[in-house]
């Protein structure tokens, strides 16, 4: 079965330009988790859909918004970037906590 | 707000030899579960070895095993016969059914030759 996969591998932006990473979670998994894991730091929950919803969001400004699709991907959209949005951002499957979480690769974002 | 903590930010152990990793969580629920995740340096996030709360049992697997204390909270991670594959980010992680995973800040482990 394929994992769960996110797109693009790599991004670079400007300052103050929108950027959108994608994820398809494992087929059958309904729940999708994001995360940014900044340099040197462990891994921040973002936001968390569910069947469409959005079920619970981190501390993190507005600007970090998204969505989930009805084929279960999401999307997340980070407006206004700033340089410490700079990470890596990994994206998270379930279908169910009994399961486990499974991850994908990441999008490395980079903000010049 | 449920917390981890992972109070080794680095370890070390020499190949075929053993170690164990720290992690300890705060909740007030009866029903959780844990998870032990591995990052190597490809960044890939690999689940390790999960523990659901209501089990008693320790949860093992091949190499890895873990020491669930539910009273005092710990979730610990023992590697044996460690391998320079080993060498990673290990990162201890909380969830309740259902819900997001809360990580602790990790423990980079190195495997010396």
């Known amino acids: 079965e394929a994992g769960v996969t996110q797109s693009p591998t790599h991004l670079i932006k400007t300052r103050g330009q929108q950027a959108t990473l994608r994820c398809s979670p494992i087929s059958g998994h309904t729940s999708v988790y994001w995360y940014q894991q900044a340099l040197g730091l462990g891994l921040q929950f973002l936001l968390w859909?569910?069947?469409?919803?959005?079920?619970n969001r981190g501390n993190f400004p507005p600007r970090f918004s998204g969505r989930q699709f009805p084929n279960y991907s999401s999307e997340l959209n980070v407006n206004a970037l700033e340089l410490e949005d700079s990470a890596l951002y990994l994206c998270?499957?379930?279908?169910?906590?009994?399961?486990?979480?499974?991850f994908g690769s990441g999008t490395r974002l980079t903000v010049v | 707000a449920q917390t981890v903590t992972q109070s080794q930010p680095e370890m070390s152990v020499q190949e075929a030899e053993t170690v164990t990793l720290s992690c300890t969580y705060d909740?007030?629920?009866?029903?959780?579960?844990l998870f032990w995740y591995k990052q190597p340096p490809s960044r890939q996030m690999i689940l390790v070895i999960r523990?659901?709360?209501?089990?008693?049992q320790n949860a093992t697997e091949n190499r890895f095993s873990v020491n669930f204390q539910k009273a005092a909270k710990s979730f610990s991670l023992k590697i044996s016969d460690s391998q320079l594959g080993d060498a990673a980010m290990y990162f201890c992680?909380?969830?309740?059914?259902?819900?997001?995973?809360?990580f602790g800040a990790g423990t980079i482990l190195r495997v010396k030759s």
């Open positions: 909740t007030s629920e009866s029903d959780y579960y």
């Open positions: 859909y569910d069947e469409g919803e959005e079920r």
């Open positions: 998270a499957s379930s279908l169910d906590g009994d399961h486990g979480y499974t």
């Open positions: 523990q659901e709360a209501y089990k008693q």
């Open positions: 992680a909380y969830a309740e059914y259902g819900n997001k995973l809360v």
